[in-house]
């Protein structure tokens, strides 16, 4: 395994690359990207048990970009703070971009153009379940995905259709690759902080090993039942009014059209406000005791791929 530092800015002595981390050479091409989004951190502790737990010797490639934002991480936000820029929107860059922002996409891009999978690691900001976003693939580069999906540990997958619901994600790298004939697995962790314990953590190690293994990349360790975790569309819970919440459901829940989520204490007043669901489904995330700003999200509820809303 080596490390070398690829060359994206010069900021006059505070230059700017990203790591990067290479095992193996040739065929099969796995490229994983963690942290494109500054403040989505519990990718790191997945690495970190991922790294120690691979062979010395793997057949073909590996590349792990560990931190691809890495002004957005000691920023602690989820932005490139230099520009503001969302470095997983704007996909792909036009030749008239510039700046930090365009530069780190067109270096993201061209090391995602030899691999033929990615493997691109986020981490939700409020508590929620883990999931793999599956984006709409052709048929071949499908087989692989959800080959992989039936490894994962992950407990949900999240279709993402390509439609006006999901249309803010449609500028993200994974759709710019998916175009290119990359198989693209972007997996949401829950937040570090609302992680279990490190038996979670390994797990999802454990999962992506299993993934690895799944491609190519080595053996497979251990012979174990497969199956791809049960999938939902994602229906998010916009808030119409600004204070703190107080959450009095649960996740994993499942909610009715005017089940109440939790609670908004009007800070002048210090009145509460029930927050009812709009939508009926499993509770896949929800805010905690936070400042919730009219517009933020507050929760989000699943629905079972293929049923009504
Ligand atoms: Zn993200």
Known sequence: MKSRNIAIADLGGHDLSL??????????????????????????YVLDALLRELPNSIQGRLRIIPCANLLGLV??????PLDGADLNRGFPPSDKERGVQAAIKR???ELSGSAQVLIDLHTFTRPSLSAVLRLPHPPKQSRTLERCLAVLNVETVIDIPDNFEERPVQSALG???VQKG????PIEFPPAHCVKDNAEIESFAAGLLSALAELGLMKKIVKREQHVPPS????????????LFLPTATLRQSVMVGDVLGFLIHPRSV?????????????FELAQRQMIVFGDKIATVARSSGSKA
């Open 271 to 283: 009145t509460k406000t029930p927050v009812v669901s709009p939508y009926r489904g499993m509770l």
């Open 232 to 243: 939902f569309l994602r229906q998010q819970v916009i808030s119409d009014a600004s204070g």
């Open 107 to 109: 270096v993201l891009l």
């Open 19 to 44: 790591p990067m981390i290479e095992h193996g050479s040739g065929r099969p091409e796995v490229l994983i990207i963690n942290n494109l989004h500054g403040n989505e951190i519990t990718g790191f």
């Open 175 to 177: 759709f710019a690759l």
């Open 75 to 80: 920023a602690k936000q989820r932005a490139n």
């Open 182 to 185: 990359v198989t693209v697995i």
